[in-house]
């Protein structure tokens, strides 16, 4: 018979109330765990749950404060606004007086006539009249868009376009269509040198009716006359003799060439004339 050993048999009894005991700890804790995660998760919820009301809320309350401005500025419309209006334009000095002559690139020489206050959309502008005797017209500029003006020439300005005049002409071998934007362009430009420039390029000295296009004589003749008028109030000399004195820049004699066209237009109509048959060179037959 073996021998029974009580201590074994007490270790063994021991150890097996341990482990219940522990497993009972385990399952009491993972029930606490569980049941803390549940709270936490309600928890969670319930704050999502606020948090959703509260937005909610927030926009039901952004769209009324939207509405009731979107009223009050229907209501604020429905009232005419007052319009803070501007009595005056920006002051700048006038750099020109009464009667002085000045030159407007488009319409050529002009002389000031009077200082004008005009209203424009409520708006007091300051002016100069302008008074173009050869257009016979009148031209108004605002004191603050002067700059588009430009005075008369000097002598030196005068004798250097003289000289531009008795110079070779530069004349291109594009299009005319395309020269006659650039002359254009020189003429409006209003510089004197530009104008100068057009008028020498031109100028066809005595043949000028007869070699030059139609559109060629009218830009030559706007040139021309623009130069003239300015030439003639700078000199201080009366318009025949600043025309003599362009002319002999030009080699021009105007003279010469209305009687080369008068001769001209003569023989045309002479050769044109039917040939008188005197009645002695005709035979008359007999009758018999």
Not at 24 to 45: D, F, H, M, Y
Not at 184 to 208: F, M, P, Q, T
């Amino acid at each position: 018979m073996k021998k029974i050993n009580l201590k074994s048999i007490l270790k063994k009894t021991f150890k097996k109330k341990k482990a219940k005991i522990i497993k009972k700890k385990t399952i009491t804790l993972k029930k606490k765990t569980v049941a803390l995660k549940t709270k936490k998760i309600k928890k969670e919820k319930k704050i999502k749950k606020r948090k959703t009301v509260n937005k909610l809320k927030s926009k039901t309350s952004d769209s009324q404060n939207s509405k009731s401005e979107s009223l009050r500025i229907n209501k604020a419309n429905e009232q005419k606004p007052e319009i803070k209006k501007i009595k005056k334009q920006e002051t700048e000095k006038k750099i020109y007086k009464v009667k002085d002559y000045v030159v407007y690139p488009k319409h050529g020489v002009g002389q000031i006539t009077e200082f004008k206050k005009i209203n424009i959309g409520g708006i007091d502008v300051e002016t100069y009249l302008l008074k173009f005797e050869k257009d016979k017209a009148t031209g108004m500029v605002p004191v603050n868009k002067q700059s588009h003006l430009r005075p008369l020439a000097t002598i030196n300005q005068i004798n250097k376009c003289m000289s531009i005049l008795k110079s070779k002409p530069k004349i291109k071998r594009s299009m005319w269509s395309r020269r006659a934007q650039e002359y254009e362009s020189k003429i409006s430009s209003g510089k004197i040198y530009e104008l100068a420039e057009v008028v020498r390029d031109l100028n066809k000295g005595d043949d000028l009716m007869i070699d030059q296009s139609y559109s060629e004589r009218q830009l030559f003749e706007k040139a021309y006359e623009r130069l003239l008028s300015e030439f003639n109030i700078v000199l201080d000399i009366s318009l025949e003799e600043t025309q003599k004195k362009l002319d002999k820049a030009l080699k021009r004699n105007l003279e010469a060439q209305k009687a080369k066209i008068e001769k001209k237009a003569d023989n045309q109509t002479g050769s044109m004339e039917p040939d008188v048959i005197e009645e002695s060179s005709i035979e008359s037959d007999p009758i018999e």
